[in-house]
């Protein structure tokens, strides 16, 4: 549909969006780029503006078409693009993180995802010299492409519970893979649908009519020349999704379809073909150890997830105008910025502060987690952290280091996904009427982000394992251990303080309030052990307070991570100038004020503050930092850093122009404008003219 | 793509989904069939039975492919269903109500939606004797085909800062209809972007020079025959959406179009053509009247909209197995039924009881509305409620009912929509990994349901005009006036016991429960008055407390209209046998003490109740609910009455033969499993083969 002249000519009602964005960042004088390094680096920056030239410069991640798009379209402009992106790595010796960045920017799931994640790491972890040589080789060149088969239409969390079977064959020396029921078909398998002609497939080893659990096995699916199924496996697509769709998640099943005995990887655990023996795993806890470290990757990714969102909001609750305050001056003509609301205020400006505690709480456990590598290295063979789903209670063993890292990322990656998750649906919500458009960049956005909450851990599963691992240190500091981490410690020193009572000074003193997230988790790690181990209470009568207890202790962790960064960033050589180190300790006190009033019930109970400080904390010193907070807003998003390339949003660009954009992309580029409609209930037309069909092909 | 025999021959794991549930309906003795009764009438079901049977007779209303479709695939098979749905409406003499059930069952929005709703409500209740005969007979007949074109692409709530333009012109007796600027322009038009060829158009109109604020216009917009745009006229869809995207929500610009004088609706206001003199609204009340009733039919609805996701998430988590009770002894072999869990009780059960109570608050708020209808036609002239956004505050009047009504429809609809949505979500959670699928029929539901939180008035705007009626009648009875509503008898109740203290029985007395949300309510008000009156702080730094004390009295409102409902149950002819009427007051308790404790704050801070009462509320009185309710959790959400074809769910089927649907659906229905693709990544093909791009105008 072409545009008339006249409409060409228009412009936005007055004052301009661009004007008001120029105008909040004359406001403030936040150092922006000083606070992007301290974020991410001078390397990180140049990084991202290096990968996004040679992005900008390939037509195929051209975005303007992908709002657009049905599921088939998109998926074929998926896997184009990740051919694309493998070439590019190739010709330009791109590093890992090279790689990284260009995904973040791109901004969408592709087909390989699950070949260059969890397919190459498994392979390179589980997989024994020879398996190097005959899988790893050729997968790292594309021409085996792989995915990671576990999960079962019937069976997510609980590994154990899994129905496809390996059994030994001791006679011809090899496995028969097999799916005795419709639910051990494997589901939700990412680039399994149509992407992958090989699999990492967890199945049950079965040996001389024993079962062994769950271990991987190498398979071929696909013919590697017509890409056809194998005979005996049936494999597809799942299906449409909430989000995701340009990934082919996948289903798989096999009939008795026999695989060599190379297929089983064997670094920590095989089958002796000569004597048919089993061998059992040397370490199980080098295996934990790759899941820990994806947890601890998605805390660290939740901060700039959730940060795309808010710089959105945050621009357009800038740009938008509605109503006049009532209390203006009747000569104060015009609408007010609907940032100006306290309302709005109230829903951004924590989630601003959310982004940074959640970024620097990643930043502290990759720290935890290098420190853990280390240690783990020098004692292999100890540990064995049970992973998913409940494991024995009462015998943890062990480095503190290991458990406690273990726990913090089960925790943190729980509540970090669901802050992402419930603060960039605000995010949309706050643009009003507009955020439902596809074209406000939150929406699919957020669709796409959604499922973090659910793997590597169900959100509300995990919890489980973070409050074994309190219960666990409460019991230790009970039979007077002396504490060996920073937990045992707040529990020791709960211990000591409990009957002369807490009184913290939150509203005057920043390590104070640290102090209160502290004893609270304390106080319900106490409570929940004598529920458990006084009153015997039944675990799953416990499960709701443990859910709790774990959040409890996850914020808790978030608010010292913050607390801690900003303390030590005058010693670091990117501190922060004290202007903009003063505005973070706004934002740590406004994330811990504002969580502390939303969860005030907890911090009642637990005498670690009373009910008065918790109405003051609300209507003083929330209130005030939202005011104190308001012009720097748009200048603290735009420390993030995100290009308008990666936002794709009409209401989060940098310029303000955005209702010029929402009418560009809606008159210009939206193909149901090419068809013509016969309306009437009596004519058998539907459509009159349908330009669309013919390019159907390409939208 | 074609199921191999071996794969057909597959069974779940045992047991099966459709002995669960067989089970889970035999452990209860819930009478479903006279629940359905109590909630929908037996002529509701009826209704409802008979016109599902018509639908599912048309092959256009066959659902198989709506979850695998494009947008413009998706909008021209929407396009055929809503001609169909006329004609079948035509054919079969349906009412009203029989229409509305079609609706409900196919659950989609409809090119036709707007027409149906807004065009012919407005042409009927704003349009004179000439202008019926002008437009209502043609739109009526589907001649005229129409939509509401309200919101501008930058106005929203703020109906006075449209910018839309309608200039008399006293030569020729016609208005000129101009959109200034880019941000004039209609936009979310529903039915407009395709489909109408008329439109009631909100713009300002302007006589002599003066501006009279927005007025309603009837205008052509596409020609009858070739359905193109008439000229100076520029209208499109605006892009695809969250949801919603069978709609063409559309856009509209005029660029100086003249309309004649019979034009502008002329019941209440108009323009003299002899004269040029412009007579005022004789009853704005009338127009307000109308969204009242929206508002009113938002809350009824918003029970049944999260019903839909509680009844597929209580289903599927009655089939769903992992883990065993890690309190369970050796012998008992067998995962656990996912809805053992207390961590999912928590989640859905309350939800359960939600849907109940705003079903119940729904049917209130009608019987609310019938009574106010026959109050307003006796004083009609006498009341100005303010519509959207912040009217006079002072300067409220006309009768107690109508202001008492219109500030509840405001609450309610904000605290209702928000439920169904925020809900919607938590269901979906509740299914795991496959909550995420389309299939789950979740959340495309969810998406579609979405604006609702926004139209109608923003769900935080709103609460300011709540806040502004409770201070207001709180005013009233400081000066002593008698209570002459519910909402001042709880007022001067607070007031006369405010320094006695409260201390309701929460735990033991139903109705002492509704009085502690009662005095929450009051309690706020008064605190919120002593802020603006005494304090005279800022509006605007008062509406985070306005949005509480909205969402405080709205609550207050359910429980009493959930308690009243079965307090009335024994004497009504349709009543509930005691043995579900029994359950029913524990579903009240479990959603009043539920909300109690998630508010937990605001309760301690009005000293309706202890710290303690809290603590026991929670670990004693809910959890014990969650036991008792847990077996007829089943039963219960049948009661709702879902037929399968419109919940359009693997996940919540009756039958629980949920895995064998997702399958079939994946394995058979999938489009994307037509096309095979060429993986590697040098390869400049994408697609080998691709059956599916020849399938592709009927996907």
Redesign the interface.
């Known amino acids: ?1 072409s ?2 002249q ?2 060409r000519a ?4 007055s004052p301009q969006g661009s004007e008001l964005l120029e105008q909040e960042r004359s406001n403030s004088n936040v150092n922006v780029d000083a606070l992007s390094h301290f974020l991410f680096t001078k390397e990180g920056i140049a990084r991202k503006q290096r990968v996004l030239k040679v992005l900008q410069s390939e037509k195929v991640f051209d975005k303007s078409q992908n ?7 998109r ?2 402009t998926a ?2 693009r ?2 694309k992106l ?2 590019l790595a190739v010709r330009n010796g791109w590093t890992q993180d090279d790689r990284l960045t260009a995904n973040e920017l791109i901004s969408e799931p592709g ?2 995802g699950l070949h260059e994640s969890m397919f190459l790491i498994t392979l390179r972890d589980q997989g024994n010299a020879e398996q190097h040589e005959k899988f790893l080789r050729p997968a790292e060149e ?2 085996y ?1 792989g995915c990671y088969a576990q ?1 079962e ?6 590994v154990r ?1 899994l ?1 496809t079977t390996a059994t030994w064959n001791a006679d011809d020396k090899t496995f028969t893979i097999h ?7 494997k589901w ?1 398998i990412g680039s399994l ?5 090989h699999a990492v497939v967890m199945a049950q080893l079965i040996v001389n009519g024993k079962s062994l659990g769950p271990h991987p096995f190498v398979i071929q699916i696909r013919d590697m020349k ?3 199924p194998l005979e ?1 496996i ?1 494999v ?9 769709n340009t990934m ?1 998640n996948g ?1 798989l ?1 096999f ?1 008795n379809f026999k695989v060599p005995h190379i297929s089983m990887l064997a670094r920590f655990s095989s089958v002796d073909p000569k004597t048919n023996k089993y061998s059992r795993p040397s370490s199980p806890s080098l295996i934990y150890g790759t899941l820990t470290w994806v947890r601890s990757t998605i805390v660290m990714q939740a901060g700039g997830v959730l940060a795309r969102g808010v710089t959105i909001a945050t621009r357009y609750c800038a740009v ?4 006049q ?3 203006a001056p009747e000569w104060e003509k015009g ?1 007010n910025q609907v940032l ?4 709005v205020q ?1 829903r951004l400006l924590p989630l601003l502060a959310t982004t940074f505690a959640l970024h620097f709480t990643g930043k502290g456990m990759m720290a935890l987690y290098a420190a853990s590598q280390k240690k783990m290295s020098q004692d292999v063979g100890k540990v064995g952290a049970p992973e998913r ?2 494991g024995p ?1 009462e015998t943890h063993s062990g480095s503190d280091l290991l458990a406690d890292l273990h726990a913090t990322s089960c925790g943190l990656k729980s509540l970090a996904s669901y802050t992402a998750v419930e603060g960039l ?1 605000v995010c ?2 706050a643009c ?2 507009h ?5 406000s960049g939150i ?1 699919p956005w957020y ?1 796409d982000y ?2 973090t ?3 590597e851990g ?1 959100n ?1 599963m995990l919890t489980q394992q973070v409050a074994r691992y309190l219960l666990k240190s409460a019991r230790s500091v009970l039979k007077g251990n002396e504490a060996t981490n920073d937990t045992t410690a707040i529990l020791s020193n709960f211990l000591s303080r409990q009957d002369t009572g807490a009184a913290f000074d939150i509203l005057g003193n920043d390590s104070e309030l640290v102090a209160a997230f502290a004893w609270r988790a304390a106080f319900l790690t106490f409570e929940a052990l004598k529920h458990r181990d006084e009153q015997k209470k ?8 443990f ?1 709790r207890l774990s959040r409890a202790h996850s914020q808790y962790m978030v608010v010292k991570n913050f607390y801690e960064t900003l303390q030590a960033s005058p010693d670091s050589s990117d501190g922060l100038d004290p202007e903009t180190l003063g505005l973070m300790h706004k934002l740590f006190r406004l994330y811990a004020l504002h969580t502390l ?1 939303a969860e ?2 907890e911090f ?2 637990s005498s670690a503050v009373t ?1 008065r400080q ?2 003051l904390a609300r209507t003083n010193a929330v ?1 005030k930092l939202l005011e104190e907070l308001r012009p720097h807003a748009v200048r603290l998003v735009d420390s993030w850093g995100f290009p308008d390339w990666q936002l794709d949003s009409s209401l989060g660009r940098y310029d303000g122009k955005v ?2 954009d ?2 560009h ?3 210009e ?5 090419r ?9 058998p037309t ?3 003219k349908n330009e ?2 013919a390019l ?2 390409k ?1």
Do not use: C
Not at 340 to 343: I, L, S
């Open positions: 549909m545009t008339p006249w409409v228009l412009k936005p009602g709002y657009f798009a049905g599921r088939i379209d998926f074929e896997l184009a990740a051919k493998r070439q087909p390989y594309y021409k492409i999960t239409l019937g069976h997510g969390s609980n519970g129905e799916s005795p029921t419709l639910t051990a078909s939700w649908g149509r992407t992958a002609n017509t890409h056809e005996n049936h597809g697509d799942i299906g449409p999704k909430f989000g995701y082919d289903f099943l009939n938008r105008r509605q109503f305050d009532r209390d609408e100006n609301y306290t309302t109230i789903g409940p209670e649906e949309r919500r009003g009427g955020g439902y458009s596809s074209f929406g669709a959604l499922p909450a659910t793997w169900d509300y039944p675990w799953n009568s416990l499960l709701v307070d859910y009033e005030a019930s009642y109970t009910v918790i109405q209130m209702y010029e929402m009418f992309r809606a008159s580029l939206n193909p149901l404008n068809v013509t409609v016969d309306p009437y209930p009596d004519s539907l459509f009159k669309a069909s159907k092909s939208l």
